[in-house]
């Protein structure tokens, strides 16, 4: 009556929320008072009838709740929905399996029935643009325009640029003919979504999915964060930009959220950029994640303020920068000559083409590299490091270390 199950004297002060146990073990309610049968004498526990509250008008929210709490709630049948409904630790048992024909949904493990370049089969979803994730052993995500569908199979071993015959044959899982009469493994991207290595562009129109390929083979305009020379080389709104020696198309912007990974919002536009750690190379305070750019000749790397050598990370020392202490480098910055990974801050020493060798980091499209250096492809194509953009040598002198918008200006030693 009222939500409530009224009992005989059993409830007394301190059982608020304790249940009402049915003989057949389940819960009915929760304890919630006592009351004057009456309404005159002062009720008293021991004496006076109780209340519970009924819980069956609350079960939905009791259970979200538990299954908010990783609580296993039992429904009355299994459904295909990528989720254990009965709880008997099995998933969608009696569904269709990944990657089998399916007419619809409802039959499908995990509930998703789609047209797949393998035909209509049960899938799951997946982002084309990062292949190597999102896909369970034994499949690989297979794409259908700027959509992925997760497919039987397994990705193949061929690098950039190796010749193929179907996307399965790619690490990149993308064999495309780029319209130069040779099919090959090639990186996969979006138009606009600056996914392409330094010399690229993405071979697709506005908002549409295609392949980086070098930019001597497309003719049109340029996407974000690809090379141009001027403005009219770019895309729609976007402009050319230069910085630290590099060129490329730019959109307008107003915070970083407004730019894509491996972007960030400098001077109201987008630009190829990061925020540099202890050690990364930079031109102003802005290009570091602490806000200073320290300088010694022509040297020029972020830094952070320290009080010994455990401040600082591998291969730098607490250093008297002024009347500041500041990390400093006891090996060569990104970009200078080195002959071995030991000699590099980085711990990563690259042959460039002209034979000269230079420290360096691994990079690729959504880890973009200090400013002045651009994430090229290495000879066996296997990764990308960070080059300069213009060759950088190595220089003594004192340290100095400034947090105004530019490098510069507290005496050195």
């Given at each position: ?23 057949d ?70 569904c ?43 499949f ?102 230069e ?44 290009d ?91 000879g ?11 060759p ?19 005496p050195?030693?």
């Amino acid at each position: 009556m009222g939500g409530f199950i009224f009992v005989p004297p059993s409830v007394c002060s301190g059982d608020s929320g304790g249940p009402l146990i049915g003989a057949d073990g389940l819960v009915y309610g929760v304890a919630s008072f006592i009351y004057s049968p009456d309404g005159r004498t002062e009720p008293r526990c021991g004496t006076a009838p109780g209340a519970y509250n009924e819980i069956f008008r609350f079960v939905d929210f009791i259970d979200g709740v538990l299954a908010e709490t990783g609580t296993c709630v039992p429904d009355a049948v299994e459904e295909c929905n990528g989720e254990d409904d009965d709880c008997d630790d099995a998933v969608d048992e009696g569904c269709t399996p990944l990657g089998e024909p399916c007419a619809s949904g409802d039959e499908c493990v995990g509930g998703l029935c789609d047209d797949t370049p393998i035909g209509r089969v049960c899938t799951s979803a997946c982002d084309p643009l990062r292949p190597a994730q999102g896909c369970s052993p034994g499949f690989y995500c297979g794409r259908q325009g700027c959509n992925g569908f997760c497919l039987p199979g397994e990705r193949g071993e061929g690098l950039n640029d190796a010749a193929c015959a179907a996307d399965t044959d790619c690490a990149s899982l993308h064999c495309v003919d780029p319209g130069d009469g040779r099919a090959r493994c090639l990186d996969p991207c979006r138009a606009d979504a600056g996914l392409c290595l330094a010399g690229e562009v993405c071979a697709a129109a506005a908002g549409q999915c295609g392949a980086c390929v070098p930019r001597g083979l497309v003719v049109g305009a340029r996407g974000l964060g690809e090379p141009c020379e001027d403005d009219e080389e770019c895309r729609g709104d976007f402009v050319c930009h230069e910085s630290a020696g590099i060129s490329a198309c730019a959109s307008a912007c107003e915070a970083d959220d407004d730019c894509g990974d491996g972007f960030e919002c400098r001077d109201a536009l987008c630009i190829r950029d990061r925020r540099q750690g202890v050690g990364g190379t930079c031109v102003v305070n802005e290009d570091c994640g602490d806000g200073i750019c320290a300088a010694a000749g022509d040297r020029r790397w972020c830094t952070a303020p320290c009080s010994g050598a455990d401040d600082c990370p591998a291969g730098f020392d607490c250093t008297p920068a002024g009347a500041a202490m500041v990390c400093a480098p006891t090996g060569a910055l990104e970009g200078e000559r080195c002959e071995g990974n030991a000699d590099c801050v980085t711990n990563l020493c690259a042959a460039l083409p002209g034979g000269e060798s230079v420290c360096t980091s691994i990079c690729d499209a959504a880890n973009a590299c200090a400013p002045g250096f651009e994430c090229t492809r290495t000879g066996s194509s296997a990764a990308a490091v960070c080059i300069p953009a213009t060759p950088t040598s190595t220089s003594g002198g004192g340290c100095a270390a400034a947090s105004s918008s530019s490098s510069g200006s507290l005496p050195g030693l």
